[in-house]
């Protein structure tokens, strides 16, 4: 899998690509990911690639000629295209094991008040993280290609796969180690006991309990 990353602050993504899995999926040759710097592809000068919008209004715009012309350079007929948008389909792990199989992927970061609404003619989807504001889509350009990334086989073991929040709509089991009891603090007796269609049964209702119970949280807020 290739995925390009079109930004403003190319910067930001060193430690993202220099640490943990990520950095061990690029050594291994999984994944390549290219960091592009879209001021590079504007024709101004001076390297602007934002202006004040029409019709009046704060902040500054991102235009479309530097986006177009950089995904000209590099979309092939394999690519798949994002806009990170704050109205776009909110991100999840559906979309991510969905997003898992194409071979290129290309992420636009918005940045500043916004972008030329033309450029979402430019793309295949857009996808949003979630309803808060960010200052760019950097950040959510490194958690989609995260959670994408790590499906990709080999890039971590099936079996941390098997039993993942989200696969079935639920959030994962809680999960302890040493000491067994800290501070008055216990290992539940299950765990210890041996007995794997008990430790199974015990880990699948707290899966649901846990689920349950950040939605009742959420219905309450």
């Not at 609404?117 to 290609?145: A, N, Q």
């Not at 499906?151 to 302890?176: A, H, M």
């Not at 041996?194 to 349950?212: C, V």
């Amino acid at each position: 899998m290739q995925i390009d990353i079109l930004t403003l602050f190319p910067e930001m993504f060193d430690g993202f690509l220099t640490e943990s899995i990520i950095k061990r999926a690029i050594e291994k040759e999984q994944v390549k990911i290219n960091i592009i710097n879209f001021r590079d592809y504007t024709t101004d000068p001076h390297g602007k690639v934002d202006d004040t919008p029409f019709g009046g209004g704060a902040g500054m715009v991102l235009q479309i000629e530097p986006i177009y012309n950089a995904l000209e350079k590099i979309k092939t007929e394999d690519s798949h295209i994002i806009l990170l948008t704050p109205s776009g389909k909110t991100f999840n792990q559906k979309k991510a094991k969905e997003l898992s199989v194409k071979k290129h992927i290309i992420l636009i970061c918005g940045h500043y008040e916004g972008f030329d609404y033309r450029i979402k003619e430019l793309v295949d989807e857009e996808i949003s993280i979630g309803d808060f504001v960010l200052t760019g889509g950097e950040l959510p350009s490194m958690m989609i290609s995260d959670a994408v990334i790590r499906l990709i086989p080999g890039v971590i073991s099936s079996e941390s796969l098997e039993s993942e929040s989200f696969d079935d709509e639920l959030l994962d089991y809680p999960v302890y180690t040493k000491p067994r009891d800290f501070k008055g603090m216990k290992v539940p007796d299950v765990l210890l006991s041996g007995n794997h269609a008990k430790i199974e049964e015990y880990r699948q209702l707290e899966r649901q309990k846990i689920t349950r119970e950040k939605q009742e949280k959420e219905n309450n807020n």
